[in-house]
C-alpha cells in the first residue's frame, strides 16, 4: 500500500506560481512512478504530468507543457508541481497519483486533492 498526501494548493492571480507537494508513505513508495492529475467542476480528471520512479522520465498534458515542471526527491519520497504562468483554465482539484507510468487515470494510488484557484 501507498498513501499519498498532496499539500501547496490555494489561491493565486493570474500569470502567478504556485508549488504542489506531494509526501508518499509505504513500502513500494520510491519504487513506482508518480503523476498529477487535475479535476475541474464537471469534467473528467485529466492528466497533467508525470515522472518515472527514477525521476529521469517526464511527461506533461500539452496544455502545461512548458509553464509546469514535474520533479521528485527520492529520499522523501516527495513529487512536486512547479506551476508557473497560471491560468485561470488552471483553476482545479490536483490530484497526486502513483502506479505504473501512465497518462491514463488507471494509476494504483491517489490522494485526496488539493485545490488551486486562479483568478484573472
Known amino acids: 500500500q501507498v498513501q499519498l498526501v498532496e499539500s501547496g494548493g490555494g489561491l493565486v492571480q493570474a500569470g502567478g506560481s504556485l508549488r504542489l507537494s506531494c509526501a508518499a508513505s509505504?513500502?513500494?513508495?520510491?519504487?513506482?512512478?508518480m503523476a498529477w492529475f487535475r479535476q475541474a467542476p464537471g469534467k473528467e480528471r485529466d492528466f497533467v504530468a508525470a515522472?518515472?520512479?527514477?525521476?529521469?522520465?517526464?511527461y506533461y498534458a500539452d496544455s502545461v507543457k512548458g509553464r509546469f515542471t514535474i520533479s521528485r526527491d527520492s529520499g522523501k519520497n516527495a513529487v512536486y508541481l512547479q506551476m508557473n504562468s497560471l491560468k485561470p483554465d488552471d483553476t482545479a482539484v490536483y490530484y497526486c497519483?502513483?502506479?505504473?507510468?501512465?497518462?491514463?487515470?488507471?494509476?494504483?494510488?491517489w490522494g485526496q486533492g488539493t485545490q488551486v484557484t486562479v483568478s484573472s
Open positions: 515522472v518515472t520512479s527514477s525521476g529521469e522520465i517526464t
Open positions: 509505504g513500502r513500494t513508495a520510491s519504487s513506482i512512478a
Open positions: 497519483a502513483a502506479g505504473q507510468f501512465r497518462t491514463t487515470t488507471r494509476y494504483d494510488y
